[in-house]
C-alpha cells in the first residue's frame, strides 16, 4: 500500500529534485499540518491526550521504523526499478507474520501460513528471473521489507491495544517522522536543494508539485493507518501485494524495464495467493460463537500495560 518511492523516483524523473530527505520531510510537514487542521480546526476526530512518556515509548519508535523503511525504499530505488523493489516488498505479508509469531508470541492458524506460500513463490519467481538484479538494490529493499512489517505491527499495537484512531496516529507521528528526517535532510541535502533553487528557472512550479505530492503523501498515510485500524497487520501487507501486478505494469509502460514472462507470471501466483488468504481470513472471521478465530494474541504484559493517561478510552 505505501507507495512513497515510487512518487519520490517521479519527481526525480521530473524535476531533476534528487533529495529523497528532503522531499520525505516535506512530506511528513504536510501530513502533520492535515492532522493539525483534521483534528484542532475542522473537529473530524477528537485529540486523543497522551503523555510525553508514552509518545517516546509508543509512537516514536513507529516514527523511526517509519523513517527507516522510506529511506531504505529510496535507498533500492537507486539500484532496482520500481517493478523488482515492489515485487520485494510483496514478501511483508510473510515477514509480518514470521515477526509477529516469534517475536510478539502471536498465534495464526495453519491455513494462514498456507495461504503465504503461493505469495512467496510468486516473489521468488518474479525475483530469481529479475533482468536488472543488484544484490546492495536487492539488500536495502529486504530490509526495507523488515522495516515495513515491523511498522505496521507497531501502528497495529497502537491503534488495536490502545484505542488509537487513524488521524491521531497521523497527528503525534508526523512531528516525531520530521524531526527525524530534517537534521540528515540538512546535513547531507542543504546545500544541493539550495542550489537547485538557483539554478532551476522555475522553482515555483517545482514547489507546487513537491506540495501537492506532500498532500498526496498526508491521504496516503491516513490511509495506512485507516486500514490498519479496521484490519490487521497482516491483511494490510497482503492488500499492498495488489499493486504489485500494477506496479510491474506501470514500470514496464513508463520506465521500459524489460520484464520478462515469468516475472509475470510470478505476479499472477503472488495475486492468487493473496486471494487465498482474503478468503481464509473471511472464513475465520464468520466461525460459529465459541470457536477460536485465528489470530489470537496471548497478552504480554508490554501488551497489557496501558497509556499513561486512562480517561483515553472517553476521547475516543
Known amino acids: 500500500m505505501d507507495r512513497l518511492p515510487i512518487r519520490l523516483c517521479h519527481l526525480s524523473m521530473k524535476l531533476d529534485f534528487k533529495f529523497p530527505l528532503t522531499v520525505s520531510c516535506v512530506h511528513f510537514i504536510c501530513s502533520s499540518i492535515g492532522a493539525y487542521v483534521m483534528i484542532k480546526v475542522l473537529k473530524v476526530k477528537p485529540l486523543i491526550s497522551v503523555e510525553p512518556q508514552d509518545r517516546w515509548r509508543r509512537i516514536f519508535p ?4 517509519f523513517c527507516i523503511n522510506i529511506v531504505l525504499g529510496n535507498v533500492s530505488l537507486r539500484y532496482i526499478p520500481v517493478s523488482f523493489m515492489q515485487t520485494i516488498k510483496s514478501f511483508t ?6 515477526l509477529q509469531w516469534m517475536v510478539w508470541r502471536k498465534y495464526f492458524d495453519w491455513r494462514i501460513w498456507a495461504s503465504l506460500v503461493p505469495i512467496v513463490g510468486g516473489i521468488l519467481l518474479t525475483s530469481v528471473t529479475e ?3 543488484n ?3 536487492f539488500c536495502a529493499a529486504l530490509f526495507g521489507c523488515l522495516a515495513t512489517s515491523t511498522k505496521t505491527i507497531l501502528a497495529e499495537s497502537l491503534l488495536h491495544g490502545y484505542k488509537f484512531d487513524s488521524i491521531n496516529t497521523v497527528y503525534y507521528m508526523a512531528p516525531f517522522a520530521t524531526m527525524i528526517l530534517a537534521v540528515p535532510a540538512l546535513l547531507l541535502e542543504g546545500t544541493e536543494v539550495f542550489k537547485w533553487i538557483q539554478n532551476n528557472p522555475n522553482p515555483m512550479s517545482a514547489f507546487v508539485i513537491i506540495i501537492g505530492s506532500g498532500v498526496t503523501a498526508f491521504c496516503l498515510n491516513f490511509s495506512i493507518f485507516y486500514v ?9 501487507n497482503v492488500a499492498g501485494n495488489l499493486k504489485v501486478a500494477f506496479a510491474v505494469a506501470f514500470s514496464w509502460m513508463i ?3 524489460p520484464i520478462s514472462p515469468m516475472n509475470a507470471f510470478g505476479c499472477a501466483i503472488t495475486l492468487i495467493g493473496c486471494t487465498f488468504y482474503g478468503y481464509v481470513r473471511h472464513k475465520l472471521a464468520n466461525q460459529l460463537p465459541g470457536t477460536p ?4 494474541t496471548p497478552r504480554s504484559r508490554l501488551e497489557m500495560t ?3 493517561n486512562d480517561k483515553i478510552d472517553d476521547k475516543v
Open 228 to 236: 490498519i485500524h479496521s484490519t490487521t497487520a497482516v491483511t494490510f
Open 62 to 65: 513507529m516514527s523511526f521504523v
Open 306 to 308: 496501558p497509556l499513561v
Open 293 to 296: 478465530r485465528t489470530p489470537r
Open 93 to 98: 505479508p510473510a515477514t509480518t507474520v514470521i
Open 131 to 133: 533482468l536488472s538484479f
Open 255 to 257: 520506465f521500459k524495464n
Open 135 to 137: 544484490m546492495f538494490g
